[in-house]
Each structure stands twice: as structure tokens, then as C-alpha cells.
């Protein structure tokens, strides 16, 4: 009788444990396929993320030791509640988002750039200074946005501040449409939204990214911390061969256009269009316009005490890439 509640007592045992590595599983981005690591990154169909999609199609996703899966979202907050609950591995997402999650504990390190430069502000035709966009509409993607930066430079660049024009957040595929009704009169927002106004002759550049900030940082490929440091190995295969797709994507040709109209539907003038403001070439975040960053997320009250270069940087993958 003692022999049989033992044997009980263990199988009970042995059963709970694999629930609970079942349950565990499900909880987080962990997957396998032919016993290599599925890799889940998330992103938004913009130009921005043009190297994931590069990377995905290069090698049908299948490198040495990892499957990549890339996983489309409608929104930021979407991708971002994804991330900070681990159903994802990293993404490609607006480096402010990412460093406001870090401030409030979610574990995350920005280990490239998802691309340098490649921001308008664009206005309807009828606007021909910062000026005449005083007590206007115009519209961001987020609070959490280098566009939200980028206004904040054009206003004080010519003496005005936030207040001087009427701020709306607006998802970025409405904005085309609103900037062409006249709802609102000028934007900024991530490609290849700007570059639809002004290929359908709706609005024209007001500015480039770089008339106002210079080196400006925009969208990051972040990753959580516990998947590089418990598979440092496959994160560095995966950022070898992302620095690798953004140096193809860098090419802007025929494949690039191929590669990308999988991922985001765009028409092959418009995103050219959006190709000739973006670089996709040197990735690495580095120190100076990290910390100009920073500074002006203290400037205009988005965060008071944003993670620093050390805390949120992690440059150890893309120094390995050869
Ligand atoms: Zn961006």
C-alpha cells in the first residue's frame, strides 16, 4: 500500500512538472521547428523595418541555428505589450517606446538601429514656414515618437513652442487622408506615409529629419535581455545577418522592392520615394546621438530620467559582426 502511494505521489510529482514547463512554454516566445530556435520579431509595415524584411527573405528566415518569424502588428502599443509580456523576442519599434519601457523595468536592449535618417514633416501646399502653421493641426503617430522630437526642433528652431500649434495623434495610414481633406495641415511620422502625400501631389517636405536634427535616432531593433543572455549565440547570428540585410537593403533595387511589398503594401514610386530619405548602412547606435536623444526627451517632459547609453545600449553583437 505504502509502495502504491509512493509511486502515486511521484507520477503526481513527475505530472505537475511537465504542466508547468507546458504552461511556461506558452508563456513566452519559446519555439522550435527541425530542433532550431524560432526567433519572433515583431514589427510595423512601414520602410522603417525594411532590414527585417531583407533578413527574413534573404534565407527564407533559415539560418544556422535559428528560424526567424516575423510578426506584424497594427499599432505600437500592440507590438509593445507583446514585447514587455515576452510573446516576442525583440522588434523593430520606435526607440522611445523602448526606452520608456526600460525606465518602468521591462528588461530590453537597443542592439541596432532600424535605420538613420528617413523622416519628413510634411504640409500641405498651402503652408510655407513654421509660421503659418501656428494654431494648425498636426499630427504625430505618438507621444513616444523622434517625430514628436522632430516637431519639438522645427518649432523651437523658429522661436515657437508645443502649444503654438494644435498636437493630434493620428495612426499613421489615416494621416495622407486627413493632411488631403485639410483636417489637419501638416506631419511627421514614420515612411513611407510622408512620401504617399507628396507622390499623390497631396502635400510637399516642409523639412528633412536631418534640417533639424542631425544623426537623429528613430526606430531600434531592441531585444529582450534574457534571450541574449541565455542564447547569446543565436542572438549574434541574428544580428550578424541583420546588419547583413540592411547593407542589401542599402542597394535600394529591384529586390529590395520585391522583398519588401511582401511585408508592406506599397506602390514602387511611392516607396522609392521614401528610399531616397532613409540609409539602412551603419546601424550601430552610437554614444553621441544616444545621449542627444535622451537630452531631448528631458527637454519636452517625456521622460525625466531616461535610461542611459550604458543601461540601454548594447553594442557587444553588431562589434562582432564582420
Ligand atoms: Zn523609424
Known sequence: MKKKLRKFMISLFVMTIVFSLTA?????AHSEINGKRTIKIGYLPITHAIPLYIEKELEKGQSQHFNLELVKFGSWPEL???LNTGRIDGASVL????????????????VALGHRDGNVVVTSHNIHSVKDLKGKNFAIPHKFSTHNLLLYQMLKQEGFQYKDVNIVELPPAEMPAALSEGRISGYAVAEPFGALSVAMNKGKVLFQSEDLWKHSVCCALVLRSDFIRNERKIAQEFVSEYVKAGKKAELKDEYTYESSSKYMKVNKDVLNLSLKWISFNDLKIDKSAYEQLRQYMIETGLSKNPPSYEEFVDNSLIDKVK
Open 24 to 28: 511556461c512554454n506558452s508563456n513566452n
Open 80 to 82: 509593445m505589450d507583446a
Open 95 to 110: 526607440v522611445e517606446l523602448a526606452m520608456k519601457a526600460k525606465e518602468q523595468g521591462v528588461d530590453l536592449k537597443a
